[in-house]
Structure formats: structure tokens, C-alpha cells
């Protein structure tokens, strides 16, 4: 007894002095200091862009013009108060006009994250860009400015209204109609106003005429029409037509549908016809990219558009007088991010052409031709935009051990917009590791891509502590690299730094997930109906188990949202193979997160469909459910109800199951506070050094 009793202690001592021993220098502090650039936009004239940076949850506006390129802090708000910053636009090369305060949920309500006494806003703002502070225009959403500058439209409380940019004057409403106005888009000759009245089950395209104040809409049907776009002459007006289908649910595969077209109207005598319609099979659901409009108007009378008919989203292009469009990215591969060059001869875009597990800049003729990489091959490259004056290039960057930043091309290399300030002077650039890409198969069978972080300096045959990452959504892809989503810019650093205290950490690109085609994002029995994914939660643990460099009694999992309901499947499911796990904002019964997303999903009416979702969730496992788990959750979450967690923890509690809870009062799903992130990676780090790292 005294020996085994010696032996334990010594096995005990090791552990925690190898706890101690693993890098103290590197810190959440540091890793997570490096500021967070969005909102990249041009102006219209000239060689200017700007861009929003979140540093460490302070959220400013930036700018920086050519030749030199000298970045710019123009506002200078310095309080972490999840005050969200977006939708810049240029009015000129002089001003500014931005959106202040996040998006407001069904009942109205701004996310308040610091639970301030005074009800948040969501605001228009005007800035100057002469060096004078920014002043209020209005409260309100969607601003889009006219064609000369002057004028500012916008929606607020189901109305749209207008407001001089230049004065004082107080806005005009424009008009108040059924449904929920969006979508606003200026006319080229500034005489009309074309904008979605989204009305449920179904949606019109309207025309503002602004002399004769009065409203066409563009053969009204049952479908959902969206999309709007202007020929350059404002004669013509192009937009989407999906057909309506009530039946379809989300987290289900869904490979086909009643198949949707691009319609072309005269904006003078409201005549439209069909340009063309999508055939049946792949394809016939229309897939979307990350752009300002799904409609691009080219030069040559020409529209762009996304398209996956060949089981891949790809661009294609056709010309407005008829005849079959023509792929502008043919290959196996998936375009993401998508814009329009000024002059309209080209659009630019990143895929992972190539390069599956990453991105890089594209531009193609818009009227079709060879496509260029304008980025290099090494490192990530996204939201690519082109100047007016010059055509820089310019985009958003990262790499394994660069965090994301602003980037100008230029030749076959990029050079930075970003200084040390921004990047965060902590941060531990030269400590990080380069991920490796790694295949592994799923249990039944199909080969899974994921991302292998390993400790640095690590002995041979050494066994350490693992954690499996997954990612929320299920539409993302995680890359080798910083990633181009907040979200998960925060979540690569987070693996990073288990990596540094000695985790073998594997980030799991699962089943439904975006990078590898259609029928890998549509997989078959995936989510709600059938959980498939599960095969490749099983296999990414039996992957880790089976390496030398791992202890199987010590593997861990985490994730939010999505990979939360992952993580969660998997302790319910195989808490033999899981020894804890991490649950943030986590899904554990799909008949209510579809209701939060489908109001009227009713189960009672859909049985069979309910039926298969609850058996899909981990509520139905919990008799199996015995590893300790951590659950986080903020209880503003408008993607996932915070009842999930109220529920999962009753039950848990009825199970005798280990469990610790972090909630944030008034906090989203996306957390807006960096204090938050924060807090919820140290809490995650020290739950996996308590129940891993210093398991016995």
C-alpha cells in the first residue's frame, strides 16, 4: 500500500510539474491581442480604402490611401462595450457614413452585452474624413447612399426614409409598405429606388420612383424574389426568383429544389422576362457567396452569378441578351468571397482553388476569359476590393502565425497595412505552430479533412492530453491558418494555445461543412435527420487515439454552437472515448433550435420529421452522458435559445453527471465583449488542465 501510495504521488508530482513547465509566456492575454479587421471597403474615386478594427473588443474605423499607404486611426471610441461597427460607405473620397450597434432580434430589442441602465441603439453615423469627430445622423439600418452622394436612404421601424447627408435637415419618410422593406439599391440616374418587400412565404421587387412618389412592383408572384440589381443605364433591373417551399426545414441535406432563375425587367414599362432558369438536379438550390448582391452587372451587359451545377459553387456569367451562361471558375473547388472591379470589367474573389484547406485572390474577365491569382500561394486571402484610381488590390490576409490584418497586392507578394500597434506588440508570433492538414477516415468509412496542431517540443513516443475541436455553423471550414470569421479567428487562437501547454489538438472540418463540394455540405442524414456527423466525431477521436503521441484515456472535445451540439453528441454518445468536453452555446435538441430559426415549425404537425430530429440530438443520449462537461452560454443568444443549456443542465444534474457552468447576463451568440472571450477560453483552458492535463 505505502508503495502503490509512493507511486501515485510520484506520478501525480509529475504531472503537475509538467503543467507548470508548459510555456507560462504564452498567455490568452497575448494570443488574443491582435486586432480584427472587417468591413474592407473602397472608395469610389481615387486610392483610398477603409476598414473596421476590433481590438480587443475597441472597435474603430481606419483608413489609408495611396501611394504610400500609411494607415490611419480616424475614430476613436476606446471602451470594450460590444458596440459592433459595419456597413462603411463612401460618400466621395471626403466622407464616411457607418452603422454603430448590433442587429435587433424578433422583439426588437439591441443587444446590450454590458447590461448598461440605457437601452442600446443601432445607429447611422457621418465621418468626416478631415480629422473632425463623427456626428449622429439618424437611428436606424441598411443605409445606402445615391449616386451623387448627397442623399442618404435607410429602414427604420418598417419604413424608408431618406436624409440629406450635407445638413442638419431631419429625414423624410419615403414610404411605409406591407413586409419588411431591404435590399435598397439606387437607380444609376438617382430617379429610383428598387428594394425587397420581404412579406414571409413570399417577397416582391419593388421600384420608388422618386418624381411621381409612387411604388411598382415587378411581377408580383408566390415566389421569393430577391437580389436586385441596375444596368449601368438604369433601363433594366435584374434580380432572383426562388420558387416558395414550405416543407423545406434547416439542418437537413438538401440537395435539390424546385429550381431558381434570374429575371430580367424593363424599369421603365415594368415588363419582365426569365433569362434563365437553373436546371433540375444539382444546382436548382441556389447557393450563395459572400458579396454585397448575389447579381453582379458586368461590363458587356453581362450578369455574374453563383452556381454549383456542377456539385461545386463556382461564378458563371451570361450576357443579357440570352443563351447558356459560361462557368468563370471551372475546377474542383469553391468560390467564397466576391466583388466587382469599378470599372466592371472584372470580378475578383478567393477559393481555395488548388489549395483546399485555404484561400487565395482571383480575377477573372467578367464577360469570361482565363482566370489570374493575384495573391500569393503561401498564407489565406479574402474579401478582395479594387481601387478606383489605380486598381489596387487590396484584401484582408493571415497565415499560421499571422494574424489576420489589411494587405495590399502587390506583384506576387503582399505587403501589410497593419503596424504592431494593431497587431497587438504581445503577441506571440514567433510561439506559434505552423497546423498541418491531416485526412482521417469517419466511421463510416468517409475521409474527413482536419487541422493538427502539435505541441512544440515534443518528446518522441511522449504521451500527452488531446482535444478535438469543431467548428459551429455547419456551413463554415476551418483553414491552416487565422481565420477570415471573428468568431473562429478566436477559436485558431484558442488552439494555438493549447498547443502551447502541451495539447495534441485536432480541428475537425466534419460532414455539412463548406470547402469540399455540395454533397459533402448536403451529406447525406446529416444534423436533425440522421446526425451523420457523428461518424466523424467517432473517427477524429479514434485518429487521435491510435497516435503515439496521445494518452486515449485523455482526450477532450469542444466547440460552440454547432460544434457545441457536436461536443455534446459526443460525451452522451462515447463518454468512453471522451474523457470531458467543452459546450459553448451548444444545439441539444434540434425541434427547438428549428423553431427559433422557423417560427412556424410546428413538430406535432411533422411527426416522422420531429420525430428523427429529437432521436439526432443529444437529449436522447443522456442515460450514456457520464464525462464532466463545461457549458458557457450567454443568455441573449438570438441562434441558439438559451433554454438548450437551462435544459441540458437539469438533465445532467438528474444524471449526477460533473458539471460547470459560465454565463454571461445579456451576452449574444457571437460574444460582442472581448472580456467575454476571454473569460470563456480561461475558463475552457483550466477545465481541460483540471480534468486532462492533471487526470491521475
Same mark, same amino acid.
Given at each position: 500500500m505505502k508503495k502503490l501510495l509512493l ?7 509529475a ?6 513547465s508548459e510555456n507560462p509566456?504564452?498567455?490568452?492575454e497575448?494570443?488574443l ?5 472587417t468591413?474592407?471597403v473602397a472608395a469610389?474615386?481615387?486610392e483610398?480604402?477603409a476598414?473596421v ?6 472597435r474603430?474605423?481606419w483608413?489609408a490611401k495611396?501611394?504610400?499607404w500609411e494607415p490611419k486611426?480616424l475614430?476613436t471610441?476606446?471602451?470594450?462595450d460590444?458596440q459592433a461597427?459595419s456597413q462603411?460607405?463612401f460618400?466621395?473620397?471626403?466622407t464616411?457614413v ?9 422583439q426588437?430589442?439591441i443587444?446590450n452585452p454590458t447590461?448598461n441602465v440605457?437601452k442600446a441603439?443601432?445607429?447611422i453615423?457621418k465621418l468626416k474624413?478631415?480629422?473632425s469627430?463623427?456626428?449622429?445622423l439618424?437611428?436606424g439600418s441598411?443605409?445606402v447612399?445615391s449616386?451623387d452622394?448627397?442623399s442618404?436612404t435607410?429602414v427604420q421601424?418598417g419604413r ?9 435637415s431631419a ?6 409598405i406591407r413586409?419588411r422593406?431591404?435590399?435598397?439599391r439606387?437607380s444609376p440616374t ?8 420581404n ?5 416582391f421587387? @419593388?421600384?420608388? +420612383?422618386f ?6 412592383y415587378l /411581377?408580383?408572384?408566390?415566389? &421569393?424574389?430577391? #437580389? =436586385? ?5 438604369g433601363q433594366?433591373?435584374?434580380f432572383i426568383?426562388v ?10 441535406p438538401?440537395?435539390?429544389?424546385l429550381?431558381?432563375?434570374i429575371?430580367?425587367a ?5 415588363e419582365?422576362q ?7 438536379g444539382?444546382?436548382?438550390a441556389?447557393?450563395f457567396?459572400?458579396?454585397n448582391?448575389?447579381l453582379l ?12 451545377g456542377?456539385?461545386?459553387t463556382h461564378?458563371?456569367?451570361i450576357?443579357t441578351?440570352?443563351g447558356?451562361?459560361?462557368c468563370?471558375?471551372?475546377g474542383d473547388?469553391?468560390?467564397q468571397?466576391v466583388s466587382?472591379?469599378p470599372n466592371r470589367?472584372y ?6 482553388? @488548388?489549395?483546399? +484547406? ?5 480575377r477573372?474577365?467578367? /464577360?469570361g476569359?482565363?482566370? &489570374?491569382?493575384? #495573391? =500569393?500561394k503561401r498564407?489565406?486571402?479574402?474579401s478582395?476590393v ?5 486598381g ?9 502565425k499571422e494574424a ?5 497586392v502587390?506583384?506576387a507578394?503582399?505587403v501589410?497595412?497593419m503596424?504592431?500597434s494593431?497587431?497587438?506588440v504581445?503577441f ?5 505552430v505552423?497546423p498541418v ?10 475521409m ?10 515534443q518528446?518522441?513516443e511522449?504521451k500527452?492530453?488531446?482535444v478535438?475541436?469543431f467548428?459551429?455553423g ?7 491558418g487565422f ?14 494555445y493549447?498547443a502551447s501547454? @502541451?495539447y495534441?489538438?485536432l ?7 463548406i470547402?469540399y463540394g ?6 447525406l442524414n446529416?444534423g436533425a ?5 457523428y461518424n466523424?466525431v467517432?473517427?477524429?477521436g479514434l485518429?487521435l487515439?491510435?497516435r503515439?503521441?496521445?494518452d486515449p484515456d ?7 454552437s454547432y460544434g457545441g ?11 468512453d472515448l471522451?474523457?470531458a468536453?467543452v459546450d459553448?452555446h451548444g444545439?441539444h ?7 427559433n430559426f422557423?417560427?412556424s415549425y410546428n413538430?406535432e ?11 439526432s440530438?443529444?437529449m436522447a443520449?443522456i ?8 457549458v458557457i452560454?450567454?443568455d441573449?443568444?438570438?441562434?441558439v435559445?438559451?433554454s ?6 437539469e438533465?445532467?444534474r ?8 459560465l454565463?454571461f447576463?445579456?451576452e ?7 472580456k467575454?472571450?476571454l473569460?470563456?477560453y480561461?475558463a475552457t483552458?483550466?477545465f481541460?488542465?483540471?480534468?486532462l492535463?492533471?487526470?491521475?
Amino acid at each position: 500500500m505505502k508503495k502503490l501510495l509512493l507511486i501515485c504521488c510520484l506520478l501525480l508530482a509529475a504531472t503537475v510539474s509538467q503543467a507548470q513547465s508548459e510555456n507560462p509566456s504564452f498567455s490568452l492575454e497575448a494570443i488574443l491581442s491582435s486586432a480584427f479587421p472587417t468591413d474592407l471597403v473602397a472608395a469610389p474615386t481615387g486610392e483610398q480604402v477603409a476598414w473596421v478594427l476590433n481590438k480587443e473588443g475597441i472597435r474603430n474605423i481606419w483608413m489609408a490611401k495611396g501611394p504610400l499607404w500609411e494607415p490611419k486611426q480616424l475614430t476613436t471610441y476606446d471602451k470594450d462595450d460590444g458596440q459592433a461597427i459595419s456597413q462603411l460607405l463612401f460618400s466621395g473620397a471626403e466622407t464616411l457614413v457607418y452603422i454603430r450597434g448590433s442587429a435587433p432580434n424578433r422583439q426588437g430589442e439591441i443587444p446590450n452585452p454590458t447590461s448598461n441602465v440605457n437601452k442600446a441603439k443601432r445607429q447611422i453615423w457621418k465621418l468626416k474624413l478631415d480629422g473632425s469627430d463623427p456626428s449622429l445622423l439618424t437611428t436606424g439600418s441598411s443605409p445606402v447612399l445615391s449616386p451623387d452622394g448627397k442623399s442618404l436612404t435607410y429602414v427604420q421601424s418598417g419604413r424608408v426614409w431618406i436624409k440629406p447627408l450635407a445638413d442638419s435637415s431631419a429625414a423624410k419618410s419615403l414610404f411605409a409598405i406591407r413586409g419588411r422593406p431591404g435590399s435598397l439599391r439606387w437607380s444609376p440616374t438617382g430617379k429610383h429606388l428598387a428594394f425587397v418587400s420581404n412579406r414571409g412565404d413570399h417577397s416582391f421587387i @419593388g421600384i420608388y +420612383d422618386f418624381e411621381a412618389n409612387s411604388i411598382q412592383y415587378l /411581377q408580383p408572384s408566390v415566389d &421569393q424574389d430577391q #437580389s =436586385p440589381v441596375w444596368s449601368p443605364d438604369g433601363q433594366q433591373l435584374a434580380f432572383i426568383r426562388v420558387p416558395n417551399e414550405k416543407q423545406i426545414l434547416p439542418f437537413s441535406p438538401r440537395r435539390t429544389a424546385l429550381p431558381w432563375s434570374i429575371q430580367l425587367a424593363n424599369a421603365v414599362t415594368g415588363e419582365v422576362q426569365e433569362l434563365w432558369k437553373a436546371p433540375e438536379g444539382p444546382g436548382s438550390a441556389l447557393r450563395f457567396v459572400s458579396a454585397n448582391n448575389q447579381l453582379l452587372w458586368g461590363a458587356g451587359n453581362h450578369l455574374i452569378f453563383p452556381w454549383e451545377g456542377d456539385g461545386w459553387t463556382h461564378l458563371y456569367t451570361i450576357s443579357t441578351d440570352g443563351g447558356e451562361p459560361e462557368c468563370l471558375t471551372p475546377g474542383d473547388f469553391e468560390v467564397q468571397f466576391v466583388s466587382q472591379s469599378p470599372n466592371r470589367e472584372y470580378i475578383l474573389y478567393s477559393s481555395n482553388q @488548388g489549395d483546399i +484547406d485555404r484561400q487565395h485572390i482571383w480575377r477573372v474577365p467578367a /464577360q469570361g476569359g482565363e482566370a &489570374q491569382q493575384l #495573391s =500569393p500561394k503561401r498564407g489565406i486571402q479574402w474579401s478582395p476590393v479594387m481601387t478606383a484610381g489605380r486598381g489596387t488590390v487590396l484584401c484582408l490576409a493571415s497565415s499560421g502565425k499571422e494574424a489576420a490584418h489589411v494587405a495590399r497586392v502587390q506583384g506576387a507578394g503582399l505587403v501589410s497595412l497593419m503596424d504592431d500597434s494593431a497587431r497587438g506588440v504581445a503577441f506571440p508570433a514567433d510561439q506559434l505552430v505552423e497546423p498541418v492538414a491531416v485526412e482521417f477516415p469517419a466511421a463510416d468509412g468517409m475521409m474527413i479533412h482536419g487541422q493538427l496542431f502539435l505541441p512544440p517540443n515534443q518528446q518522441a513516443e511522449e504521451k500527452r492530453p488531446a482535444v478535438l475541436f469543431f467548428h459551429g455553423g455547419s456551413r463554415r471550414q476551418m483553414l491552416l491558418g487565422f481565420h477570415h470569421r471573428g468568431y473562429y479567428h478566436n477559436a485558431y487562437a484558442m488552439n494555438q494555445y493549447l498547443a502551447s501547454q @502541451g495539447y495534441v489538438v485536432l480541428s475537425v472540418n466534419y460532414r455539412s461543412g463548406i470547402g469540399y463540394g455540395m454533397e459533402f455540405r448536403e451529406a447525406l442524414n446529416y444534423g436533425a435527420q440522421g446526425a451523420s456527423e457523428y461518424n466523424d466525431v467517432i473517427g477524429a477521436g479514434l485518429y487521435l487515439s491510435g497516435r503515439a503521441d496521445v494518452d486515449p484515456d485523455r482526450i477532450g472535445l469542444w466547440g460552440g454552437s454547432y460544434g457545441g451540439y457536436l461536443t455534446a453528441l459526443g460525451l452522451a454518445k462515447a463518454s468512453d472515448l471522451f474523457a470531458a468536453g467543452v459546450d459553448i452555446h451548444g444545439v441539444h435538441d434540434w425541434n427547438v433550435v428549428i423553431r427559433n430559426f422557423v417560427p412556424s415549425y410546428n413538430p406535432e404537425r411533422a411527426a416522422a420529421f420531429a420525430k428523427l430530429a429529437y432521436e439526432s440530438s443529444p437529449m436522447a443520449f443522456i442515460d450514456g452522458w457520464r464525462s464532466p462537461v463545461l457549458v458557457i452560454h450567454g443568455d441573449d443568444d438570438r441562434n441558439v435559445p438559451f433554454s438548450e443549456t437551462v435544459d441540458l443542465v437539469e438533465a445532467l444534474r438528474h444524471k449526477e453527471v460533473h458539471l460547470e457552468q459560465l454565463i454571461f447576463p445579456d451576452e449574444v451568440h457571437g460574444f460582442l465583449l472581448h472580456k467575454n472571450w476571454l473569460a470563456a477560453y480561461r475558463a475552457t483552458a483550466d477545465f481541460f488542465d483540471r480534468m486532462l492535463k492533471n487526470k491521475p
